[in-house]
């Protein structure tokens, strides 16, 4: 999943008072970090360039924001999020037993176990 992190906009206005009025809304967002107006130039005149970033949740913030903790009492793990994987035994030479799992796997039985093989039939007309 992907998840936007920073976001940058840039906003033109005209005058002063509309490049207040944009900062103002902008705000609002408890995500904004940065606002900047520059007064620029250019052959048509003056105007102002806004420029707004906002910063969502860091990875920082992610990573330290533990959901198991904040959901069970005393940090413990529920039923639901215990993951059953392959069960193993680790020895003291450092080399890694899986346990029999095999045992518990249901009988294979042969889908063709009752169909009798058909002879091909050469004949001497054929091309190949």
């Known amino acids: 999943m992907k998840k936007l992190l920073n976001q940058k906009e840039q906003h033109i206005a005209y005058t002063r008072k509309e490049a207040e009025e944009i900062v103002e809304t902008a705000k609002e967002n408890a995500a904004l970090t940065m606002n900047k107006i520059s007064e620029k130039y250019n052959k048509h005149g003056q105007y102002f360039l806004i420029d707004l970033t906002y910063t969502f949740n860091t990875p920082k913030e992610v990573m330290e924001s533990n959901p198991r903790q904040n959901d ?5 793990m529920s039923i639901d999020e215990v993951h059953e994987g392959v069960p193993y035994t680790v ?3 450092g080399s890694v037993k899986l346990e029999n799992q095999d045992e518990k796997l249901p009988d294979f039985e042969d889908p063709f176990a009752g169909v ?4 091909d039939d050469a004949n001497e007309n054929m091309p190949f």
């Open 72 to 76: 069970a009492p005393d940090g413990q």
């Open 116 to 119: 009798e093989e058909k002879k």
């Open 91 to 93: 020895n003291l030479d």
